[in-house]
């Protein structure tokens, strides 16, 4: 068969392009995580998550598991399999969904770190 070439943009993942070969009944996706600069910029969230929350980030971490299998879905490594279109699509809404929660979450848990340092709290005045 004739291989496509498939434009992903989403709002939230870089915009790459990819040679994708046609789906067969095999959906097996490798767990190497994503391709470049995806995993770049999880690795980049990572290292401020862990920055920013420490011991905290143990909050999150189900979240990233499962941000990390979605990325790694959405953009495979080379010679990983690309999803389906509507599996595709599927995976970018749950994404987003994700996203949203984890953003929540960062944030009370920033508030929570924040709190917690020393240097905060002898900052404030009465």
């Known amino acids: 068969?004739?291989?496509?070439?498939?434009?992903?943009?989403?709002e939230r993942a870089p915009?790459?392009?990819k040679q994708v070969s046609p789906p067969s009944g095999n959906s097996h996706l490798p767990d190497q995580g994503p391709s470049e600069p995806t995993a770049t910029l999880l690795r980049d969230l990572e290292r401020r998550i862990d920055t920013e929350l420490g011991p905290l980030r143990a909050g999150v971490e189900?979240?990233?598991?499962?941000?990390?299998r979605g990325l790694t879905a959405l953009y495979p490594t080379a010679g990983g399999r690309q999803l389906p279109?509507?599996?595709?699509?599927?995976?970018?809404?749950?994404l987003a969904q994700l996203m949203?929660?984890?953003?929540d979450i960062l944030e009370a848990l920033q508030r929570s770190a924040r709190a917690?340092?020393?240097?905060?709290?002898?900052?404030r005045t009465a």
């Open 1 to 10: 068969m004739k291989e496509a070439t498939v434009t992903i943009r989403s």
């Open 15 to 17: 915009s790459t392009s």
């Open 62 to 68: 189900p979240l990233l598991a499962e941000l990390r």
């Open 85 to 94: 279109p509507a599996q595709q699509e599927a995976h970018r809404t749950r």
């Open 100 to 103: 949203d929660s984890l953003e």
């Open 116 to 123: 917690r340092r020393p240097s905060a709290a002898s900052g």
